[in-house]
């Protein structure tokens, strides 16, 4: 056996760098004013406490910096971190909120350059009507022209618009709503991230299970007058209702 | 430009091999220079079906592992002097085939060939991934019954994500259904799917059917790919399939039921 798989790491590479793009919520912040930060980003994350748990999180300083707002980037990343969240990228930083972030084991994202001049003085009392804004950037929709087969899983981090079949035994899987212009036959989760707003459209229901937002109904459960047909599914009072288009 | 043609499936037993040998002997008999390569290592059986089992010497993992050139392993085909094959090793398992090493193979053959007919093992294990990875067209044999056509579809995946094309973002492979062991009787009865219910479920460009046919398996005893059986439905099915392949616009037959005396008398529509 030992001398099997030593043969495999010989022939196959053990690790391969691939590129990825990742969509990920951006904190903007246009006060520097921890304290309020902290109660309004818990006040945020209250709404939605599924979606923002664990999630990876970028701040972006551009504003605070092109009002001349400084603030104490470990303390912030402390707050982020306190929160539940997971602070992977700075942007918009200053060189010495960079080198700070850096410090602390977060990249920095060049996502756009700022002009702070380090020689101004920076003002530290907060503006009383400035608030936090946590822009949640919007999910791309994923867009699938070919059939989707059987054992192939796809997620999107938004909508899911597939233009063909999804064959028995295929996943598919959306944060947003699933649209599925052919037969679904597989199996199909939207709003996978705790949106109970998310709906499933199809043009021919045959799928193996449907769920919303974790909810679901296996095809057992399904009644011959909703299969075979166009339909749209949605979440009322936590049952899943099952409608013609 | 040499093409690569991968006869797959996923499920064992509904006739990869019998295909292989099929259309490999149907693309010389046209006068394209073909090669045909058995990736069942460990499990071979296309010599037998070609009828040169008694003539190999040399195989693909010999070459691979440079033990033996590639003219040394071909083995010409006594039929037909445009077909070579490429015999599977029967004392090694799949382990033996390294993705570098097929890779180094079939740039070879492409110098000198025009087609060449990758025969696939069951499964979407190492022997089948190696099979089609290269691969320019793919032949999904496929049996009108639900589990083979589970299988195909799987398959269809594989080659829409894990091929060489795929990786590399070219243009994908072709992909044709062939489907095989067709019983229109049984369709009839309702005892099989029909032609459309598999292509409703794959939604594939069909190639061809072939029926079940007594002239696979005794021409597969004999040794002879069964389309030098010209008189056989089966043969005819397979220069049908060949003949479409290459451009040729041929109506599909062996779909509807054969009538009987009645049947012929009355004729139906």
């Given at each position: 056996?030992?001398?099997?798989?030593?043969?495999?790491?010989?022939?196959?590479?053990?690790?391969?760098?691939?590129?990825?793009?990742?969509?990920?919520?951006?904190?903007?912040?246009?006060?520097?004013?921890?304290?309020?930060?902290?109660?309004?980003?818990?006040?945020?994350?209250?709404?939605?406490?599924?979606?923002?748990?664990?999630?990876?999180?970028?701040?972006?300083?551009?504003?605070?910096?092109?009002?001349?707002?400084?603030?104490?980037?470990?303390?912030?990343?402390?707050?982020?971190?306190?929160?539940?969240?997971?602070?992977?990228?700075?942007?918009?930083?200053?060189a010495q909120q960079n080198q700070q972030a850096l410090e602390l084991g977060i990249p920095i994202h060049s996502g756009y350059s700022t002009a702070v001049s380090s020689g101004t003085q920076k003002q530290q009392t907060p503006e009383p009507e400035?608030?936090?804004?946590?822009?949640?950037?919007?999910?791309?929709?994923?867009?699938?022209?070919?059939?989707?087969?059987?054992?192939?899983?796809?997620?999107?981090?938004?909508?899911?618009?597939?233009?063909?079949?999804?064959?028995?035994?295929?996943?598919?899987?959306?944060?947003?709503?699933?649209?599925?212009?052919?037969?679904?036959?597989?199996?199909?989760?939207?709003?996978?991230?705790?949106?109970?707003?998310?709906?499933?459209?199809?043009?021919?229901?045959?799928?193996?299970?449907?769920?919303?937002?974790?909810?679901?109904?296996?095809?057992?459960?399904?009644?011959?007058?909703?299969?075979?047909?166009?339909?749209?599914?949605?979440?009322?009072?936590?049952?899943?209702?099952?409608?013609?288009? | 430009?040499?093409?690569?043609?991968?006869?797959?499936?996923?499920?064992?037993?509904?006739?990869?091999?019998?295909?292989?040998?099929?259309?490999?002997?149907?693309?010389?008999?046209?006068?394209?220079?073909?090669?045909?390569?058995?990736?069942?290592?460990?499990?071979?059986?296309?010599?037998?079906?070609?009828?040169?089992?008694?003539?190999?010497?040399?195989?693909?993992?010999?070459?691979?592992?440079?033990?033996?050139?590639?003219?040394?392993?071909?083995?010409?085909?006594?039929?037909?002097?445009?077909?070579?094959?490429?015999?599977?090793?029967?004392?090694?398992?799949?382990?033996?085939?390294?993705?570098?090493?097929?890779?180094?193979?079939?740039?070879?053959?492409?110098?000198?060939?025009?087609?060449?007919?990758?025969?696939?093992?069951?499964?979407?294990?190492?022997?089948?991934?190696?099979?089609?990875?290269?691969?320019?067209?793919?032949?999904?044999?496929?049996?009108?019954?639900?589990?083979?056509?589970?299988?195909?579809?799987?398959?269809?995946?594989?080659?829409?994500?894990?091929?060489?094309?795929?990786?590399?973002?070219?243009?994908?492979?072709?992909?044709?259904?062939?489907?095989?062991?067709?019983?229109?009787?049984?369709?009839?009865?309702?005892?099989?799917?029909?032609?459309?219910?598999?292509?409703?479920?794959?939604?594939?460009?069909?190639?061809?059917?072939?029926?079940?046919?007594?002239?696979?398996?005794?021409?597969?005893?004999?040794?002879?790919?069964?389309?030098?059986?010209?008189?056989?439905?089966?043969?005819?099915?397979?220069?049908?399939?060949?003949?479409?392949?290459?451009?040729?616009?041929?109506?599909?037959?062996?779909?509807?039921?054969?009538?009987?005396?009645?049947?012929?008398?009355?004729?139906?529509?």
């Open positions: 056996m030992s001398t099997d798989s030593q043969q495999n790491a010989h022939h196959s590479p053990t690790l391969e760098f691939k590129s990825s793009t990742f969509s990920v919520p951006v904190l903007v912040l246009a006060s520097n004013d921890v304290i309020t930060i902290e109660q309004q980003l818990q006040e945020k994350i209250h709404l939605a406490p599924e979606f923002f748990k664990n999630s990876p999180l970028v701040f972006d300083l551009q504003e605070l910096n092109s009002l001349d707002l400084d603030i104490d980037v470990t303390e912030l990343i402390n707050i982020i971190r306190k929160l539940g969240l997971l602070p992977i990228g700075i942007r918009g930083g200053a400035a608030t936090t804004e946590l822009q949640v950037i919007a999910a791309t929709n994923t867009l699938i022209t070919h059939p989707v087969r059987s054992g192939q899983r796809i997620y999107a981090a938004g909508d899911l618009i597939i233009l063909a079949q999804v064959s028995a035994g295929a996943e598919i899987l959306a944060e947003g709503n699933i649209h599925v212009y052919g037969s679904l036959r597989g199996r199909a989760l939207a709003g996978v991230q705790g949106n109970t707003e998310a709906r499933i459209f199809c043009s021919d229901l045959q799928a193996e299970l449907i769920s919303i937002a974790g909810n679901y109904k296996i095809s057992e459960d399904l009644n011959g007058a909703v299969l075979n047909q166009p339909v749209q599914i949605y979440l009322q009072n936590h049952t899943l209702v099952i409608k013609d288009i | 430009m040499a093409r690569i043609i991968v006869v797959t499936s996923g499920k064992g037993g509904v006739g990869k091999t019998t295909t292989s040998a099929a259309i490999a002997m149907g693309l010389a008999k046209k006068g394209h220079k073909t090669a045909v390569i058995d990736f069942d290592v460990g499990l071979r059986n296309l010599d037998l079906i070609m009828g040169c089992e008694r003539r190999v010497v040399y195989d693909f993992v010999n070459v691979i592992n440079g033990e033996a050139t590639l003219n040394q392993a071909l083995i010409r085909d006594k039929n037909c002097n445009l077909l070579y094959i490429l015999p599977a090793s029967q004392t090694r398992d799949k382990d033996a085939l390294s993705q570098e090493g097929v890779g180094k193979i079939l740039d070879e053959l492409k110098k000198d060939f025009k087609y060449i007919v990758c025969d696939s093992p069951a499964g979407i294990e190492k022997g089948a991934h190696l099979a089609m990875y290269f691969a320019d067209d793919a032949f999904i044999v496929t049996n009108p019954e639900v589990s083979s056509v589970r299988d195909s579809d799987r398959m269809l995946g594989i080659l829409s994500s894990k091929s060489r094309r795929a990786e590399q973002n070219e243009e994908p492979i072709r992909e044709y259904l062939l489907l095989s062991r067709y019983s229109p009787d049984r369709v009839k009865l309702g005892e099989m799917l029909s032609v459309d219910d598999v292509q409703e479920i794959l939604s594939l460009h069909l190639l061809g059917v072939i029926p079940e046919s007594k002239s696979v398996l005794n021409a597969s005893n004999s040794g002879t790919p069964v389309i030098l059986d010209e008189k056989s439905d089966a043969g005819q099915a397979y220069a049908d399939i060949v003949a479409r392949y290459l451009g040729e616009d041929r109506p599909h037959r062996f779909i509807d039921e054969k009538k009987g005396l009645f049947g012929k008398l009355f004729g139906g529509k």
